[in-house]
């Protein structure tokens, strides 16, 4: 499932995001998706779950006044799974 797919369904229900927020909310799970998948190798359940976490975490990073850069992001999101 692509980046901005897995951030769509952990968006809650009723919010709004702009497509150019989409974007950088895709960019910076991507960011942290690299920094993570080798902890995560595999298939199924346990990828789909581990995917969805950091969907979740990043949004809730987003959530924050000074969210800071992709990377920044990226980081705060892991710290947060």
């Known amino acids: 499932m692509e ?6 369904r952990a968006i809650e229900p009723g919010a709004i995001y702009e497509p150019e927020q989409l974007k950088i909310l895709s960019d910076a799970f991507e960011r942290a998706w690299m920094m993570i998948e080798p902890n995560h190798v595999g298939t199924g359940l346990g990828l789909i779950h581990a995917r969805t976490k950091l969907a979740q975490a990043v949004l809730s990073v987003a959530k924050q006044r000074d969210a800071g850069t ?12």
Do not use: C, F, T
Not at 3 to 8: D, K, L
Not at 70 to 81: C, F, G, P
């Open 3 to 8: 980046a901005h797919a897995v951030i769509e």
């Open 70 to 81: 992709l990377e920044a992001m990226a980081k705060k999101a892991i710290r947060i799974m």
